[in-house]
């Protein structure tokens, strides 16, 4: 069975649906995604893998006025809400980069549960070529399931179409290797209050009584890049 035959029933195994963002995901926007990348309303977006567009209609309710989201699945398009519409484009990243040929650089970069889709040396070919296409003070921010977790192997291995396991080391040793330096890295935390604070608890327990745990436990991760300096 061909990859490409599973992303055919994709649209049926994530159950589509348009998008409502409620007051507490845009305080879970600001929090995770908005502070961390130092954005502002002003800086040019780009969402690969966008999905059924979370993270664009959040961009729109902050008042951002260019941002682009590509993801490969054409169907998306019928369920994306009509303020963000046309902010959307049917394909990847490199057959856009490619019909575009002198785009305006992008200044932050979102990928959002994407990378691991893609194979070790795709995920480099694609920080290479955003190099090129984003501005000197650029920032991606990542996210996929932590392997270095117990926790994240539910993530890494509930979707077939995943390709690679990264733990926060190899984020490291792949953003090197494109000419990108990871300057931060932090967990995802899920779930109300009370649950994040007994998972830090509970973690810290452990983290304790074990001789190497893992950098980070939560069952996905974040990873913030920049240019490294005197590279443009």
Not at 117 to 135: I, K, N, P, V
Request: glycine share 6%; proline share 4%.
């Amino acid at each position: 069975m061909r990859r490409s035959d599973f992303y055919s029933s994709y649209e049926r195994f994530k159950e589509y649906h348009t998008v409502k963002i409620s007051r507490r995901n845009l305080r879970e926007f600001d929090k995770t995604i908005w502070g961390p990348l130092q954005a502002e309303s002003r800086h040019r977006f780009l969402e690969l893998g966008c999905g059924l567009g979370h993270m664009l209609f959040c961009l729109h309710e902050k008042g951002v006025e260019y941002f682009i989201g590509i993801d490969s699945d054409r169907r998306i398009a019928d369920h994306l809400p009509l303020e963000i519409r046309d902010k959307f484009i049917a394909g990847d990243a490199k057959t856009f980069f490619a019909r575009k040929r002198n785009p305006l650089p992008f200044d932050r970069v979102l990928m959002l549960d994407f990378l691991e889709h893609l194979s070790a040396e795709e995920g480099f070919q694609l920080l290479r070529e955003l190099h090129g296409r984003t501005s000197a003070d650029a920032k991606i921010l990542i996210r996929v399931p932590n392997a270095a977790s117990p926790w994240g192997l539910q993530n890494q291995y509930g979707d077939v179409t995943h390709i690679t396991a990264y733990s926060p080391g190899s984020i490291k040793q792949v953003a090197t290797a494109a000419d990108w330096q990871v300057c931060s890295l932090f967990p995802h935390k899920e779930g109300s209050g009370i649950r994040r604070f007994t998972d830090t608890v509970f973690h810290g327990i452990v983290s304790a009584l074990i001789s190497r745990p893992p950098e980070i436990w939560s069952a996905n991760f974040f990873a913030i890049l920049e240019k490294k300096r005197g590279r443009d």
